[in-house]
């Protein structure tokens, strides 16, 4: 009896990495799926068809926005040290964070040709040598440098008609502010006003929903919403910031 209970705990602990380690991989797996929504939002942009990719990004939105929790829980670093999270977060994200977006630049109607391509062009090289900076965070878990974003960039330049010449001076001013010493709040990550932060972007992720299930026509409290929103995600970490000490 004694050897067989040996023998049922030892295939216990065996089993147990087994289990952590595809555990591990799904989380993987469930990141890596957000190359597919990018795949979806890219044959949706070769069709014309702005809202659907925007559905799609906003899924891979999702993705990354809850794969990191998912991550640390499972403790992927430890268990499939093999495997970096972290490049596989990027592969992702530069499909769906730039190139995607760029592509709907250069081909949505923007603006011309010969200055749509250019400022594709500018999101693309920007944007790489963003993903390859290891300082693209600060200390205090922001952003530093526009981080990026340009899926969310591209969504209001859909969304709000706009001249070309404005399109291509955001997109001028944002590819410089890559390099820039500036911050821009990490949602989950910065504890100042964490609470606002979350909220505000729970109100922002409902509007946008509203914003595609209308064709990217939707009724102006809810582009007025949307405006505000960004407004204050692009502004925050610009506001100085000072804890009261500890008495």
């Known amino acids: 009896m004694a050897v067989t209970t040996k023998s049922l705990v030892d295939k216990a602990l065996a089993e147990r990495p087994t289990r952590r380690q595809t555990v591990a991989?799904?989380?993987?797996?469930?990141?890596?799926?957000?190359?597919?929504?990018?795949?979806?939002?890219?044959?949706?942009?070769?069709?014309?068809?702005w809202a659907l990719m925007f559905a799609w990004l906003g899924a891979a939105l999702f993705v990354d926005g809850i794969d990191g929790s998912m991550a640390r829980k499972a403790r992927v670093g430890e268990v499939l040290p093999r495997w970096s999270g972290e490049t596989l977060d990027l592969v992702v994200d530069y499909l769906t964070y730039v190139l995607v977006p760029a592509f709907a630049v250069a081909m949505g109607g923007l603006m011309p040709a010969w200055m749509a391509v250019p400022a594709s062009a500018a999101i693309l090289l920007t944007s790489a040598l963003y993903f390859a900076d290891?300082?693209?965070?600060?200390?205090?878990?922001?952003?530093?440098?526009?981080?990026?974003?340009?899926?969310?960039?591209?969504?209001?330049?859909?969304?709000?008609?706009?001249?070309?010449?404005?399109?291509?001076?955001?997109?001028?001013?944002?590819?410089?502010?890559?390099?820039?010493?500036?911050?821009?709040?990490?949602?989950?990550?910065v504890v100042r006003l964490r609470f606002v932060?979350?909220?505000?972007?729970?109100?922002w992720a409902v509007l946008g929903v509203t914003a595609v299930v209308e064709g990217l026509k939707p009724p102006v409290w809810v582009t007025v919403g949307l405006g505000l929103c960004a407004l204050?995600?692009?502004?925050?970490?610009?506001?100085p910031f000072r804890r009261k000490a500890s008495t």
């Open 232 to 239: 204050y995600f692009l502004l925050f970490g610009l506001i």
């Open 25 to 49: 991989f799904a989380v993987h797996l469930f990141t890596a799926s957000g190359a597919v929504c990018g795949l979806l939002a890219l044959i949706a942009a070769v069709e014309g068809n």
């Open 134 to 189: 290891t300082e693209m965070k600060t200390d205090d878990l922001y952003f530093q440098g526009f981080p990026a974003v340009w899926n969310l960039v591209v969504f209001y330049f859909f969304l709000i008609p706009m001249n070309s010449w404005v399109i291509a001076l955001i997109i001028a001013g944002l590819s410089v502010a890559t390099f820039l010493p500036i911050k821009f709040v990490h949602p989950f990550r």
């Open 197 to 203: 932060t979350i909220a505000l972007l729970a109100l």
